[in-house]
T-cell receptor, first 113, second 112 residues
Framework: KNQVEQSPQSLIILEGKNCTLQ??????????LRWYKQDTGRGPVSLTI?????NTKSNGRYTATLDADTKQSSLHITASQLSDSASYIC????????????FGKGTKLSVKP | NAGVTQTPKFQVLKTGQSMTLQCAQD?????MYWYRQDPGMGLRLIYY???????DKGEVPNGYNVSRLNKREFSLRLESAAPSQTSVYFC???????????FGSGTRLTVV
């Protein structure tokens, strides 16, 4: 079954600290993996996209990693800010026909002052 | 650029009523999608349109219909709303290749 599992479900950290969010997937065939940030009451916004051959991709303070062998990805946030408080969603795209995105349930991150 | 615009942002319906959710994109994307997001679940695909003039069912199409009016607009219709359709609905569009998906800001629908 095609699934994307994220952990932890929720996380609270202090401003300025780093954190790492995890994503495990069982999706076949694999095309690419995306991380999205979703602020409360808003639509998801893309942070990174990685294909099979890419191990690391950065977008400012966000760094995503991908291990296609173990089917794991992580999103590392450096020097967190209050504005990082949001849900972070891991999305795996299946190869083949359109519309084949498998969404994780997200990790809800709260950054406290 | 406005990106993906959804209307309305909020709606309350009575069971059995009908309504249409509107979505428009100004990025000249070929593909457009409708998702629903429920608490504790990942986004689920309702319908999608790979190009103007085509539509296909996604994972949860029952109770919905769609229209790809032109390249810019993709509407979602609930013919007879049910409480199980209470959800947040997101429209998205995608450019070619591995381009990212752009999401609208959502429509929060409550069916009572």
């Amino acid at each position: 079954k095609n699934q994307v599992e994220q952990s932890p479900q929720s996380l609270i950290i202090l401003e300025g600290k780093n954190c790492t969010l995890q994503c495990n997937y069982t999706v076949s065939p694999f095309s690419n993996l995306r991380w999205y940030k979703q602020d409360t009451g808003r639509g998801p916004v893309s942070l990174t996209i990685m294909t099979f051959s890419e191990n690391t991709k950065s977008n400012g303070r966000y760094t995503a990693t991908l291990d296609a062998d173990t089917k794991q990805s992580s999103l590392h946030i450096t020097a967190s800010q209050l504005s990082d408080s949001a849900s972070y969603i891991c999305v795996v795209s299946r190869g083949g026909s359109q519309g084949n995105l498998i969404f994780g349930k997200g990790t809800k991150l709260s950054v406290k002052p | 650029n406005a990106g993906v615009t959804q209307t309305p942002k909020f709606q309350v319906l009575k069971t059995g009523q009908s309504m249409t959710l509107q979505c428009a994109q100004d990025m000249n994307h070929n593909s457009m999608y409708w998702y629903r997001q429920d608490p504790g679940m990942g986004l689920r695909l309702i319908y999608y349109s790979a190009s103007e003039g085509t539509t296909d069912k996604g994972e949860v199409p029952n109770g919905y219909n769609v229209s790809r009016l032109n390249k810019r607009e993709f509407s979602l219709r609930l013919e007879s709303a049910a409480p199980s359709q209470t959800s947040v609905y997101f429209c998205a569009s995608k450019g070619g290749g591995t381009g990212g998906y752009t999401f609208g800001s959502g429509t929060r629908l409550t069916v009572v």
